[in-house]
């Protein structure tokens, strides 16, 4: 079956570090990008940046950039969404997407609820 | 920066009945990076449609995706009690994607 399991929900303090991940089975990890998006609470979804496992190469929507690291790990098929420092601004689902035909996101992970509370 | 402008907000409408939700950007798109996803409470987004026209694997043919420039509609011909949720367009430019801000579906 193909899918991306994305890791459990965390509750974190501001200034902690975090990194979650995305495990992709069922299709070659290499072949495609991998996205993480943003949907903080009762709102909308934002594309925070994507990799590419093959090469590593990544890109960042400027709004993102320097604020998170986006990285991968061919060997387990995995890919990670970092914060070295977290702001409760930081609360919000993420998801993990693949980017397929078109620039769409075809297959989506369930996503991982990250809390940042004093 | 494209944005993108969904309307209406909400749109209160009962099963059975055809739903048209509307998609705007800011200025002339491509139509082969305009994408149309579902969401439900709970749930990751859903892909419907890509490249403006084209239904995803495993879509039923009741979602349409139509339009061209600034303009993009989706269109559930009739809907079942499992479309209502929130929709999203998305688009892809430049080495950046953009979402609308939604419309949600309700049951009247």
């Known amino acids: 079956e193909v899918q991306l399991v994305q890791s459990g929900a965390e509750v974190k303090k501001p200034g902690d570090s975090l990194k979650i991940s995305c495990k992709v089975s069922?299709?070659?990890?290499?072949?495609?990008?991998i996205v993480w998006v943003r949907q903080m609470p009762g709102k909308g979804l934002e594309w925070m940046g994507n990799?590419?496992?093959?090469?590593?190469?990544?890109r960042y929507n400027p709004s993102f950039q320097g604020q998170v690291t986006i990285s991968a790990d061919t060997s387990i098929s995995s890919a990670y969404l970092q914060w070295s420092s977290l702001k409760a601004s930081d609360t919000a689902i993420y998801y993990c997407?693949?980017?397929?035909?078109?620039?769409?996101?075809?297959?989506w992970g369930r996503g991982t609820l990250v809390t940042v509370s004093s | 920066e494209i944005v993108l402008t969904q309307s209406p907000g909400t749109l209160s409408l009962s099963p059975g009945e055809r739903a048209t939700l509307s998609c705007r950007a800011s200025?002339?798109?491509?139509?082969?990076?305009l994408a149309w996803y579902q969401q439900k409470p709970g749930q990751a987004p859903r892909l419907l449609i890509y490249?403006?026209?084209s239904r995803a694997t495993g879509i039923p043919d009741r979602f349409s995706g139509s339009g061209s420039e600034t303009d993009f509609t989706l269109t559930i011909s009739r809907l079942e009690p499992e479309d209502f949720a929130v929709y999203f367009c998305?688009?892809?430019?430049?080495?950046?994607?953009?979402f609308g801000q939604g419309t949600k579906v309700e049951i009247k």
């Open positions: 998305q688009h892809y430019d430049n080495s950046l994607w953009t």
């Open positions: 200025q002339s798109i491509s139509s082969s990076y």
């Open positions: 997407a693949r980017q397929a035909v078109k620039r769409s996101f075809d297959l």
């Open positions: 990799i590419f496992p093959s090469d590593s190469d990544t």
């Open positions: 069922g299709y070659s990890f290499t072949l495609y990008w």
């Open positions: 490249g403006a026209f």
